[in-house]
């Protein structure tokens, strides 16, 4: 691996000659006074700046058919970028727009300056832990507006046409193309790609509906990210970008949306590849049934005293027309209490419907069990080996989770050592996502109590990290990759990212947590190397080069590196990104991550009868309800349903009595006990 220059300045500092100066006037009280402080000026700026300062050099002027575009010219590391910052591609989503599907922005005279960061659509900042580094750095970093949609472009002066879109995440709820976290120039100067990233609203704004025969007919966010994606295919030309190389990746729910854009038949065009970090399209989380959130947005119709109570068409767009009255503040407000009137850990209010007529055109699981998806595109997948942790003082900390920001992470009150009777309530709070089933309740409490940890306690607290990130991310993760890679003209491959960041402010025993391999894929440790433990840094600046060449190469060529084993359903091979991959010394390949634990929740589900379809209609008081507006089926129904059909993965039902035994087998398998082992896939493969 080539040495990379460490420049922290546009000019050197002598600090061994400053120092002689300061010591031949050290007589000189006013002297030496003035000089101290000089001298900690001129440290302090380099130190707090480094390699992130971003001094504009000269305009850079780009002709699109659309007008004149002036954005600036940056250096990172003796090499320039030309950066354009808040390009709009639509029309402000405001008055009659709000809520509406987003419009193709019209040519401009004159020219547009692109020297501001894309404003942040609405959304409610974190402030549950105030000032602290780990909740802060996902907060709004700029100007909340609902005149949003606008994209920023880092284009490196030396370029091979490659394009790289980034869809950010939080949950449809949350989220900023303009984090510093995201910023591109980096991967733009190492990768010689153009990088991009897109916004869409969120919220109650992304992704409220009332109908499909009305001004709001949902998943207005995702026709938002579709929106950017062909305003790029039209004109990134223009900045050096080749519209056939476009590669769409995010995290978490920005994972899920480019999933989501392969099941919209407006995007196959836009796009030939995807890197999915830690998010599915069929995540529980990531998508509800039209009754689900039309109900929601009732709720936010009264809220803001918008309702009348009558559902015809007329009438919801009566709402609509009062909603559209109401100030955003206002809106947003209310959003966050229908948001916190439901009470399943993981579960958001405003989400994509899983079916449409205008982005899915059709039902998402339906299209996927059909295979009626775009094949000709290559997927990078993967998650990072704690996907709960993160989740847990945010969502179970009333279950011994809670987490004290005032004093040191790694402080005994901030290790969640929780009890058994924790373990249990933990566990409870999940139970209607599988039908209140007693048994099932059991045999995951049993199987997650039983990892590898030095203390009882440790035991259970890291049960229900893993439970977590299992069922709300990785299994999922999987099940997507087993399901379309015998489908795909293209190739799949999987990682599973290991390495905790030692800039991570979380305490250590939260480990290589969800979201926390992006500052990797951005070349945070380049960029800002004053954030990282010294005596790490020269590891993690090779471990972010080598994660940046990965996509890089990925994104140039559909195949991430030679050595890496393309993804099928019945190997399951991933290759581990963790420390070895920066030595160079070596690397690992896992086979089957998670893999007894998925199979424990496929079986857990089918106990309690919900697909995986199913899981993302499941209402607080455990009921499920069908696609169709209003109705509503008991899990009775579910499971007599359940006896012809197991899932989106098409696998035939196996008789109810061996579900239940398949699955007390398979929970006492992950003892890790031979005979066991093989007594259960005797017994279930039979």
């Not at 982005?359 to 699981?365: I, Q, Y």
Request: glycine share 8%; with cysteine.
């Amino acid at each position: 691996m080539r040495k990379r220059r460490r420049k922290t300045t546009a000019f050197s500092i002598n600090t061994s000659e400053l120092l002689r100066l300061y010591f031949k006037f050290s007589s000189h009280s006013c002297l030496t006074f003035i000089f101290c402080c000089f001298f900690c000026l001129i440290v302090y700026c380099s130190s707090v700046h480094g390699r992130s300062s971003p001094v504009a050099l000269t305009d850079v002027l780009i002709q699109t058919t659309l007008g004149k575009i002036i954005g600036f010219k940056q250096k990172f590391d003796g090499k320039s970028v030309h950066t354009f910052l808040g390009v709009p591609y639509a029309k402000s989503p405001t008055g009659s727009g709000r809520f509406g599907l987003p419009e193709m922005i019209e040519p401009w005279e004159g020219e547009f300056r692109a020297d501001k960061p894309a404003r942040t659509c609405f959304f409610s900042r974190d402030t549950m832990f105030p000032d602290f580094p780990g909740a802060e750095m996902w907060n709004p970093p700029n100007d909340i507006d609902e005149d949003c949609l606008a994209m920023n472009i880092w284009v490196p002066e030396h370029h091979d046409g490659t394009v790289l879109v980034w869809i950010y995440g939080g949950g449809f709820y949350s989220g900023s193309p303009s984090l510093d976290l995201y910023d591109g120039r980096v991967l733009a100067v190492q990768e010689r790609a153009v990088v991009i990233n897109i916004n869409y609203r969120l919220g109650p704004f992304g992704f409220l509906y009332f109908g499909d025969d009305t001004s709001v007919p949902g998943n207005m966010g995702l026709q938002d990210q579709q929106m950017a994606l062909k305003w790029i295919h039209e004109h990134i030309a223009h900045f050096g970008g080749d519209p056939r190389r476009v590669t769409l990746f995010g995290e978490s729910a920005g994972s899920a949306s480019a999933m989501a854009h392969m099941f919209a038949d407006g995007s196959y065009s836009l796009f030939s590849r995807i890197i999915a970090q830690s998010g599915s399209i069929i995540n529980n989380w990531a998508t509800k049934p039209k009754a689900s959130i039309l109900q929601i947005s009732l709720q936010l119709a009264h809220h803001l005293n918008c309702s009348n109570g009558n559902n015809s068409t007329k009438a919801m767009q009566n709402i609509v027309e009062c909603i559209r009255r109401v100030p955003t503040s206002i809106i947003q407000r209310a959003g966050d209490a229908v948001s916190q009137s439901l009470s399943l850990p993981m579960d958001f209010a405003f989400v994509p419907i899983d079916e449409d007529t205008h982005f899915f055109r059709g039902n998402v699981f339906d299209k996927l069990r059909r295979k009626n998806f775009k094949r000709d595109v290559s997927i990078l997948v993967g998650t990072v080996r704690d996907e709960g942790t993160y989740w847990l003082p945010y969502c179970l900390q009333k279950n011994g989770f809670g987490f004290n920001h005032t004093i040191s992470p790694e402080d005994h009150i901030n290790q969640a050592l929780i009890s058994e009777t924790d373990y249990t309530k933990a566990f409870d709070a999940f139970l209607p996502y599988f039908g209140n089933s007693n048994l099932v309740r059991h045999a995951l409490m049993h199987a997650y109590s039983h990892l590898p940890t030095e203390k009882q306690e440790q035991r259970w607290r890291d049960g229900v990290a893993r439970f977590l990130g299992d069922y709300f991310f990785t299994c999922d993760s999987i099940e997507f990759a087993d399901i379309v890679s015998d489908e795909l003209y293209g190739s799949v491959y999987s990682f599973y990212f290991t390495r905790r960041s030692s800039a991570n402010p979380w305490p250590q025993w939260m480990g290589a947590m969800h979201g926390y391999e992006i500052e990797y894929v951005f070349g945070l440790p380049l960029r800002s190397p004053h954030l990282y433990d010294p005596s790490e840094l020269e590891l993690e600046i090779s471990f972010s080069t080598k994660i940046m060449e990965f996509w890089g190469h990925f994104a140039r060529t559909g195949e991430p590196v030679e050595f890496w084993p393309k993804y099928n359903r019945i190997t399951r091979k991933s290759l581990v990104l963790s420390e070895e991959i920066a030595t160079g010394t070596s690397h690992r390949i896992y086979v089957d991550v998670h893999g007894k634990l998925c199979r424990l929740l496929e079986e857990a589900q089918a106990v309690a009868g919900i697909t995986g379809e199913q899981r993302s209609r499941i209402c607080p008081d455990g009921r499920a309800t069908t696609v169709n507006y209003g109705q509503e089926i008991s899990m009775e129904d579910v499971k007599e349903e359940m006896q012809l059909n197991r899932g989106i993965s098409g696998i035939n039902r196996i008789p109810s009595i061996k579900i239940y035994i398949s699955l007390i087998i398979l929970s006492l398998a992950l003892l890790r006990s031979p005979e066991i082992s093989f007594l259960y896939s005797s017994f279930i493969f039979k």
